[in-house]
């Protein structure tokens, strides 16, 4: 892996890296539920999960008004922040893969739709702090499909979009990436089907991240 091109690696967060979206979604469906908005199927809530919190909300309810909609978010925020640990479990062969790439010398971050204090709060209950070189969250930036997120994390190591690959379960990830102008691979287990991902531009769908060493060789 010495000589892929690729001397970052981008990761999404919920559904790339952990398995955490039937906790946002009971999350999100409390908080619909609190705030008395009308209801909305788990799949349609589960399709959301990746962007930034205002943005799936606004879509899931485009005849509410904004100010309501922000409301039922900071109670979304609420309800998943008080929990008293990071829901979800580390997808398998995730953190012998994390090993490989850095072994290889490969640079990590996150681009992700989390907040940045529930991204610190994944971080320090992973401790993986450590793992990743630099950190971009929905709301300290645009929001995916945006690809601002990605551009700060380029300019802050200094690299071309052609030196990164993201990497990431949802069509907005790959989104992101082709508007930022960067090669970007999927995964086949998280909130979007695979035929999705790959129309919207993955050069891979993998159906498991401890491929994607492999995947990367070969594109030397």
């Keep these: 892996m010495q000589n892929s091109p690729y001397k970052l690696v981008i990761f999404d967060w919920d559904g790339t890296l952990m398995d955490s979206a039937g906790d946002i979604v009971d999350a999100i469906q409390q908080a619909i539920g609190a705030m008395k908005l009308p209801s909305r199927d788990d799949r349609s809530v589960r399709r959301m999960i990746g962007l930034g919190l205002e943005d799936a909300f606004t879509r ?13 978010a900071d109670e979304y925020r609420r309800r998943f922040g008080a929990r008293p640990q ?12 994390l090993d490989e790439l850095a072994g290889a010398h490969r640079q990590l971050a996150v681009a992700t739709g989390k907040s940045r204090r529930g991204l610190d709060k994944a971080l320090d209950s992973t401790g993986w702090s450590a793992r990743f ?8 930036t645009e929001p995916k499909p945006s690809p601002k997120m990605l551009h700060e994390l ?12 993201m990497i990431g379960d949802t069509t907005y990830d790959m989104e992101m990436a082709r508007q930022a102008g960067m090669d970007a691979v999927a995964v086949g287990w998280g909130v ?6 790959a ?4 050069l891979s769908v993998l159906d498991s991240l401890d491929k994607l060493p492999a995947w990367m060789r070969a594109r030397c």
């Design 86 to 97: 990071v829901y979800g479990q580390v997808f398998p062969g995730v953190e012998a893969m």
């Design 192 to 197: 979007h089907e695979v035929d999705e991902l």
């Design 133 to 140: 070189v630099a950190t971009r969250c929905a709301d300290e």
């Design 199 to 202: 129309e919207a531009g993955a």
């Design 154 to 165: 380029l300019d802050e190591l200094q690299l071309l979009p052609q030196q990164a690959l």
């Design 60 to 72: 899931l309810f485009p005849e509410i008004e904004r100010g309501a909609l922000l409301q039922v």
